[in-house]
C-alpha cells in the first residue's frame, strides 16, 4: 500500500486552491447535509473539512462516506477548493479552504471513544490516563507535547552553542543517599544484589568534570520512590548541566541567558536580567517558604519584640521559651471578611499545623474582635506600626516555633492571595534564592542532613564550620524560583577530598561508611579535581508551568496515578514465580496474600 501523503491536514491553505492532493487521519466530526457529507479529518497540525459530493466523488467512495464515523482513520485524495463566500471559518487556520474529495479509503474503524475527543470539555483523569492514547490524540494535549519537544530543542541548541556536550550516564547504578527512596533493580547474574535507578546523575556529571570534560548537559530520565502529589512523579525528567572552572555567579548568569532565551523563543517574553537574588532566611523572614511567589504582597511580620511583654499571654510565653510571633496584615479584609470566613482562616491555620489563629481587626479608634481586649492601647499603636496597619485591615497571626509559624503562615499567604485575586497570572517572576543552609534537621530521625546533596560546598567562609558548628554553616547553594515554583537547584560542589570527608563526617557517616558507599567517588578526589559546579531543572515543571498547566500529568505522554500506577498498562503488576526464581526473590506473606487477592480480583 501507498499512502502518497501529500499534505498535513493542518496545512492546506488558499494557495493550495486548485491542487491535487492526498491527506490522511482520523474522522474528527461527519455531517451529513441533504446528501452531501462534510467530514472534519483531523491529523496533529489540526483540521481540514473534506466534502464528499456524489456528483465529484467516485461511488464507491460516496457509499463509504456514508458509514464514517468519528475516529476512523481514513485516506482521502481530492481537490483543494476555496470555500464559497459566508462559508468561511474564521476559527480554523485552514477554514478559507475544503477538500472536494475523488476517492476515499477506510483504512481503520473505530468503536466510539469513551470520552469525547472533539472537545475541550472536562474529562476524569482516571479515565483520560486509562486510555492516554486517546486522550493524547486531542489538540490541547498535542500542542503540550510539542511544546515540550520545542523547549527540549531549544536548550539543546543554546548549550550547544555554549561549548556542552551532551553525555549519556548509567541507568543502573549503586544505591546512594540522595534525599528519598530509591528504586531498587535485583541482580540475576549476582544473586542478593541490587542496582538502583538514579535519582539523578549527581556523581556522575562531577565525574564527567573530574574527566576533563569540561561542560556537559543532558536531558536524563530520573526516579524517586517517594509519595506523590500533582507536581510529582515517580519517574520524571531532569535538564541536567554541569561546568568546570566556575564559581556561583558564572553558573547563575549562564543559567539566566538559557532561561531568557527559552522565554523569548517560546512565550516571546523578555527578561530582565540579572534577576533578582534572594538570601534564603530572607525569603523565609518575608514570605514563610523558600519557593516565595513575589507577585503580591501580603508579607509576613515578626512582631515577636512588640508583644514578648504583652498580657496576652499565649503570645509572652510562646516567646520566652524560644518561639515566636509572626503575622500578616490582610489589607482591606477586616471590612471584606466576614466572622464566619475569620474562623475559616482559623480552620485553615490549624490543618497547616498551627495550634490556633490569633487575630484582630483594625479600626479608627484601635482594634476589636478577636484578641485586641488583651492589649493596651500602647501596645496596638505599636503592633498597628509593626504590621503597617490601618484601619479596615485583618491581623491575624500564629505563636510557635519559628518553623511553624513560617511555615503556616507561608501556606496561609498564598491561600489569601488567591482568595483575594491578588495574583497577576499574566505576571513572569524569576529569582534566586542563595545562601541556603548546608544542613536540615530531620525531624522523623533525629538527625541531621545535606539540605540540599552530601557534595554542595559550603560558602569558603563557613568552611570551618563543618567541624566546630555544622548547622549554622551555609551552602554555595541556589534555587530558581518561578512563580512560587521551583524549576531548578544546584550548587557548587566539593572538589577536596579532606572537604568532602569533613560532609560525610557531619552528617554522621563514618569512614567505613562512607568508604563503602561513596569509595569509588573519594579515589577520585586524589587524582586532580576541578573546582566545579552546576543545576538541574525538573524539566517536566519547566514545561507545565510555560504551558499554563497544573498537572505534571499534562505535560508527561505517559504519567502515573498519585498511588504511582499506570493505569493504561496496569503497572507495577505481580510477576510471575519463574521470574522471582531467577531472581532469587521470594515473597513475604502477606505480598503474597496481597498478589493472590488481585489475581482473584481480576485486577491484574
Not at 515 to 529: H, I, N, Q, S, V
Request: a negative charge; one cysteine or more; aromatic letters at 10%.
Amino acid at each position: 500500500m501507498s499512502f502518497r501523503r501529500t499534505h498535513y491536514c493542518g496545512e492546506l491553505r488558499a494557495k493550495h486552491v486548485d491542487e491535487a492532493v492526498v491527506v490522511c487521519g482520523w474522522v474528527h466530526r461527519r455531517r451529513d447535509h441533504g446528501g452531501v457529507i462534510f467530514v472534519d479529518l483531523r491529523d496533529r497540525t489540526g483540521l481540514v473539512q473534506v466534502v464528499f459530493n456524489p456528483e465529484v466523488t467516485d461511488a464507491r467512495a460516496f457509499a463509504e462516506a456514508e458509514r464514517l464515523r468519528s475516529e476512523f482513520v481514513i485516506k482521502v485524495e481530492g481537490r483543494v477548493r476555496r470555500r464559497l463566500p459566508g462559508m468561511e471559518n474564521p476559527n480554523l487556520a485552514t477554514g478559507e479552504v475544503e477538500i472536494y474529495a475523488d476517492s476515499l479509503e477506510v483504512l481503520n474503524t473505530a468503536k466510539t471513544p469513551p470520552f469525547a475527543i472533539d472537545s475541550y470539555a472536562a474529562v476524569d483523569e482516571a479515565l483520560r490516563l486509562k486510555y492516554r492514547y486517546l486522550d493524547l490524540r486531542r489538540f490541547e494535549m498535542q500542542e503540550t507535547l510539542a511544546l515540550r519537544h520545542r523547549v527540549a530543542k531549544l536548550v539543546r541548541d543554546f548549550l550547544d552553542s555554549q561549548g556542552f556536550w551532551e553525555i549519556e550516564t548509567p541507568m543502573l547504578t549503586k544505591s546512594t543517599p540522595e534525599g528519598a527512596r530509591d528504586f531498587l533493580v535485583p541482580s540475576r547474574v549476582q544473586p542478593g544484589e541490587f542496582y538502583a535507578l538514579p535519582q539523578s546523575p549527581q556523581l556522575f556529571k562531577q565525574l564527567l568534570m573530574m574527566a576533563g570534560i569540561d561542560r556537559y548537559f543532558q536531558i536524563v530520565r530520573c526516579f524517586r520512590d517517594e509519595d506523590l502529589r500533582a507536581d510529582r512523579q515517580p519517574e520524571f525528567t531532569q535538564l541536567d548541566i554541569e561546568m568546570a572552572f566556575v564559581d556561583r555567579d558564572d553558573v547563575m548568569a549562564l543559567n539566566e541567558a538559557l532561561v531568557a532565551f527559552l522565554f523569548k523563543e517560546i512565550l516571546g517574553i523578555e527578561l530582565q536580567l540579572p534577576l533578582r537574588r534572594l538570601p534564603y532566611q530572607e525569603a523565609m523572614d518575608r514570605y514563610g517558604s523558600d519557593k516565595p511567589d513575589t507577585r503580591f504582597g501580603l508579607e509576613l511580620k515578626d512582631v515577636s519584640q512588640v508583644v514578648k511583654d504583652t498580657g496576652f499571654r499565649v503570645f509572652s510565653e510562646t516567646v520566652k521559651s524560644g518561639g515566636v510571633v509572626k503575622g500578616i496584615n490582610v489589607e482591606g479584609a477586616g471590612e471584606k471578611f466576614s466572622r464566619r470566613e475569620i474562623d475559616e482562616l482559623g480552620e485553615l491555620a490549624s490543618s497547616y499545623g498551627a495550634k490556633g489563629l490569633a487575630w484582630m481587626i483594625v479600626t479608627q479608634e484601635g482594634g476589636k474582635g478577636g484578641i485586641a481586649k488583651f492589649f493596651s492601647a500602647d501596645e496596638l499603636s505599636r503592633l498597628f506600626d509593626t504590621m503597617a496597619a490601618k484601619p479596615g485591615d485583618l491581623l491575624v497571626f500564629v505563636a510557635d516555633k519559628y518553623e511553624v509559624c513560617s511555615d503556616v503562615l507561608g501556606r496561609l499567604r498564598l491561600y489569601l492571595g488567591d482568595k483575594l485575586g491578588l495574583i497577576d497570572h499574566n505576571r513572569w517572576d524569576l529569582l534566586w534564592i542563595i545562601d541556603w543552609p548546608l544542613f536540615e534537621y530531620n525531624e522523623t530521625e533525629g538527625r541531621w542532613e545535606a539540605a540540599h546533596h552530601p557534595f554542595t560546598a559550603p560558602l569558603p567562609e563557613d568552611l570551618e564550620l563543618l567541624e566546630t558548628d555544622p548547622p549554622r554553616a551555609r551552602a554555595q547553594a541556589y534555587d530558581l524560583v518561578l512563580n512560587g515554583t521551583e524549576v531548578g537547584g544546584g550548587s557548587i560542589r566539593i572538589h577536596r577530598r579532606d572537604v568532602q570527608e569533613k560532609m560525610f563526617a557531619a552528617l554522621g557517616f563514618s569512614k567505613e561508611e562512607a568508604e563503602r558507599r561513596f569509595g569509588f567517588f573519594l579515589e577520585a578526589f586524589d587524582y586532580g579535581t576541578p573546582p566545579h559546579g552546576g543545576i538541574a531543572y525538573g524539566f517536566d515543571r519547566l514545561v507545565m508551568l510555560m504551558a499554563g498547566k497544573n498537572s505534571l500529568r499534562d505535560v508527561i505522554a505517559f504519567p502515573k496515578t498519585a498511588s504511582a500506577q499506570d493505569l493504561m498498562t496496569g503497572a507495577p503488576a505481580p510477576a510471575m514465580d519463574s521470574q522471582l526464581r531467577e531472581l532469587h526473590i521470594r515473597l513475604t506473606a502477606e505480598a503474597e496474600r496481597r498478589v493472590q487477592s488481585l489475581t482473584l480480583d481480576g485486577r491484574k
